[in-house]
């Protein structure tokens, strides 16, 4: 990682609610590129009363993403912080985002073993049918919420096919994955948080139970199964946690590389008609849709484990650093013109998967999904437009790593 050889005064220290307001939480990108302005590195008070850092640049923050220096795994971090997270019931550690290796690696092959390319190109099919159902129902009414009618069951449905898990189950998922995906920063929100968690874990290890006892052909009995081998044996609670992880990660951000894509395309009605004239860049208008309006806008906590430097920042060891994926693809020194929306953008080195070795194993679902939800978007609702005014638009205020708006109404 590259250091300024000429350091600056240290910038001040950001609040915690810069996060949180809904002007930053509706254009981002703004406020990022006048920090950028700045330096690449920001303290900032997150969370509260942390010495935490803000990565904003792509230079930076893509080596930051695969450094060895800074770690995934809770026991790392500072003890009060941990007693935070066993006093909300938040379990440390334990799935392969929350790892370093070995124990990283290990659990990473036992879920690349089940998640395989060819499970995953299998289930095509499915999708299509899935996606096709969804606009048969919004094509009946003429309008709709984008996200509540299409963006949300369609990737939830293909998550809880693949895992295994039944219909009348995926709603307590939604109010699960909104839980523990937001920060909890109240006695209220941390009781809410802690409550999704034992709810969601003693579903698991039943569902772990079930599938023990009776293997079926899906990714819950293909984990159990992987899971058990020697090179690769994983806990009780490492499984459990492992789809957790699954569950989370395989729709919620989906939801959101959906939404925000599908709101880029009718802010920019010239690459609307482009993609509609030229369907045969779809796969590169997804990757596009990736960097443009990322639907994970901050990198999941990282803890120095010794004291270092970015660009010339000291980080001392035990800080939290944070790595800013909407700043990062817009900074112009990666992306030419980075805040113009350029289906056929080239060399697109986006980092919206992570890099490195936390790279998201569920990379290739994740871009099926999105082709194959665009492309019929586009074919079948010709007259695809917003159905609001663009201010009256709602960006989710969380403080969480994750970037989707409330909603999106549309008509056609």
Known sequence: MSDDPSPSRQPEKLPFEFLLSPAFAADPYSAYAELRERGPVHPIDFPPGTTSFLVLDYEHGRAALSDPRLSKDPENAPEWY??????????????????????????????????????????????????????????????????????????????CELLGVPAENRERFREWSRLLITPAMTPEAIARRSAAHRESRAYYAELVAERRAEPRDDLVSALVSAAGEDDGRLTEAELISTLGLLLIAGHETTVNLIANGTLALLRNPDQLALLRERPDLMPAAVEEFLRYDSPVERSTLRVALEDMEIAGTPIPAKSFVHVSLAAVHRDPAAFPDPDRLEIRREDNRHVAFGHGPHFCVGAPLARLEGQIAFTTLLDRLPGLALDCPPEALEWRVSGAVVRGLAALPVRF
């Open 82 to 159: 941990r007693a935070m997270l066993a006093q909300g019931d938040i379990p440390i550690g334990g799935n392969m985002l929350m790892a370093d290796a070995p124990d990283h690696t290990r659990l990473r092959r036992v879920v690349s073993r089940a998640f395989t390319p060819r499970r995953v190109e299998s289930l095509r099919p499915r999708i299509q049918q899935i996606t096709d159902e969804l606009i048969d129902a919004m094509r009946a009414k003429g309008s709709a919420d984008l996200i509540e009618d299409f963006a949300f069951p369609l990737p939830i449905v293909v998550i």
